[in-house]
């Protein structure tokens, strides 16, 4: 088996019975953004065979910019007949500890960069997210553009911003 970066011990026991009670009583899921009062969540989509590759290079990242790597959270949701996956990583911080907040954000804009460059599809990214995106691809940032002018040519929803 391929080493995929960070393999935790499972209790699949355990795990069943945790899933279990999530479908009965739907409580931790809402407690996943509270761990810490910042959570940075950097989503995207894949083909399920690169989501190894992927997170092995993402634990690498984290590694080396010293993020305990427990605290790090992970959703894979496999999509359209388990050819893709739907990936989100969520890395938190504490909002009164500035170098926390510090190295989230850099990571933040690290690991999109990173996830761009294996290939990933970010859909539905922010400013700072959306202009390496469109750097990168200025035909896809007219395209964008151009829709954008044939919806709201008055500028009026979302002004000044390209998407609606």
Known sequence: MEDIGVQPEVNLEKFADEILKEFNSPQKISKLLKYKSICRKISFYTTLNRVPEINVKIYDVLRENNYPLEEVGVFISPIELVHASFVEYYLYADAKNQSEKERVEK????????????????????????EIIYSKNPTFY???????????????????????
Not at 107 to 130: H, M, S, T, V
Not at 142 to 164: A, E, G, T
């Open 107 to 130: 990571l933040y804009f690290e690991l999109y960069q990173l996830i761009l460059n294996l290939g990933g599809n970010i859909d539905r990214p922010n400013k700072r997210i959306a």
């Open 142 to 164: 007219n395209f964008l553009k151009s829709v954008k002018n044939q919806l709201d040519p008055s500028d009026i929803i979302n002004p000044k911003k390209l998407l609606i």
